[in-house]
Structure formats: structure tokens, C-alpha cells
């Protein structure tokens, strides 16, 4: 099942058509379940696209949002900000999960406050995402965290730009194929830069590596 996620960071379109998705269609913009952490529901309201589940502390939810939510008989899902231990965005994805989301495309996760953004990035090393297809997107940036003991397939055009980040640590034995600079059996630590701006040679990229987390960053054409 494919959950769209949309946070309330900034939302910057058009998308990529890599995404898939059917944001002027309206609707669930063409996935299966659609639910918004906090202040993404001022972004559902704003393309019509009605959401299956509305979560966080709705500290962030405009009056006029939360009066489309009412009318639409949007469900709400509310937490106290001063009893909840985890960020709306994190609620809204572990949401996703608990509906059987097995692809999950998060949307306004990048942007605004940086320690969100941050926090965005670091939920994508929940283990329980490890076997399901997760991406952040913004405008044609996609983010992806790439996992240990496989093969992680990277998917464009030729030309895109491809950064490699250790994300919690050194990552080992690091092997790619189908980037213009390719690392053999290779280490990239965590407090170096080597990894950034490679680039796609083909439509599809592979990247496996023994251990540590690896967060891939494309920009598409």
C-alpha cells in the first residue's frame, strides 16, 4: 500500500514525475492513504487533497484548515505537546505504518526550522523501515536512507547528482556501480565530505556496503 505523508515543513512544487504523484488531481494525489503531521494539513487544504488522518498537536493547523477538516469530516488524531515524546511528523509516519503503508513518499519534511528538518532526516533510520520503500521529496530532490547487506538501487537519469552521507557513523566495505566516481570496497566516515556530489551514469545506480547507515541524496534533472 502507497501513504503519501505530508509534514509541515516547506512544500516547494512542481514534483519531480519520479514521485508518481497526483497532487492537482486532488483527492490522496494518487496513493492509497494520505495522512498529514500537524501543519502539512494547511498544504492539504490548500490542493484540495483530502487526508485519511490528521496528527500531532495541531498546534501549527490554521482555523481555516481546521474548519475544512470539520466539514470534510476529516479524522484528527490529538496529542498534548507537553505528553507526546515524538515529533508530528514522526506520529504521522509511525501512522502510515500502523495502516500497512509498505511505500511510504513524505512531502514539506525539508526547510523552515533546521532542527525539524534534521529530525525529518533522522526518522528515516527507524528500523522498521528498513524493508519498505521510504523518500523524502521537494521539488526534484530526493532523499532516501540506504541500508546494510544489500544491494541499494538508486534510480534517475544519467547526469543526476548523487551524495553519499554516513549518517550515526563510519560506514565500511562500501561498493557502487553506475556512478561516474565509484568506490571499491571503500569506507566513508563520518566526519569527511568525500561522498558528495557524484553522479548518475545510467537510469539506475546500485550502492551495497557491510555496516552503518548511508543517506542518499539525489538531485534529478
Not at 525529518?120 to 528498513?130: D, E, R, S, T, V
Not at 561522498?195 to 551495497?208: D, K, P, Q, W, Y
Request: aromatic content about 4%; charged content about 20%; overall charge negative.
Amino acid at each position: 500500500m502507497r501513504a503519501l505523508l505530508i509534514a509541515g515543513g516547506e512544500l516547494n512544487l512542481p514534483l519531480h514525475p519520479l514521485t508518481g504523484l497526483r497532487l492537482a488531481e486532488g483527492g490522496r494525489g494518487g496513493c492509497d492513504y494520505l495522512v498529514c503531521a500537524d501543519g502539512g494539513s494547511n498544504h492539504a487544504c490548500r490542493l484540495a487533497l483530502r487526508p485519511d488522518l490528521i496528527i500531532g498537536d495541531l498546534d501549527s493547523m490554521t482555523t481555516e484548515t481546521r474548519a475544512w477538516a470539520d466539514a470534510e469530516g476529516i479524522a484528527l488524531r490529538v496529542y498534548q505537546h507537553e505528553l507526546k515524546q515524538e515529533s508530528d511528523t514522526e506520529l504521522a509516519l509511525l501512522a502510515a505504518l500502523d495502516a500497512g503503508a509498505t511505500d511510504i513518499t513524505i512531502l514539506g519534511a525539508l526547510g523552515g526550522r533546521l532542527d525539524h528538518t534534521l529530525a525529518n532526516l533522522a526518522i528515516l533510520a527507524l528500523p522498521q523501515l528498513a524493508d519498505l520503500d521510504v523518500a523524502i521529496w521537494d521539488e526534484a530532490t530526493e532523499v532516501r536512507m540506504l541500508w546494510p547487506g544489500r544491494a541499494n538501487h538508486l534510480r534517475g537519469a544519467a547526469g543526476d547528482a548523487v551524495s553519499l552521507i554516513p549518517f550515526g557513523g563510519d560506514v565500511l566495505h562500501i561498493v557502487t556501480s553506475g556512478l561516474r566516481y565509484p568506490l571499491r570496497d571503500e569506507t566513508l566516515y563520518l566526519d569527511r565530505s568525500r561522498g558528495i556530489s557524484n553522479e548518475l551514469l545510467a537510469s539506475t545506480a546500485m550502492v551495497s556496503f557491510s555496516s552503518g547507515l548511508l543517506l542518499a541524496i539525489l538531485r534529478h534533472k
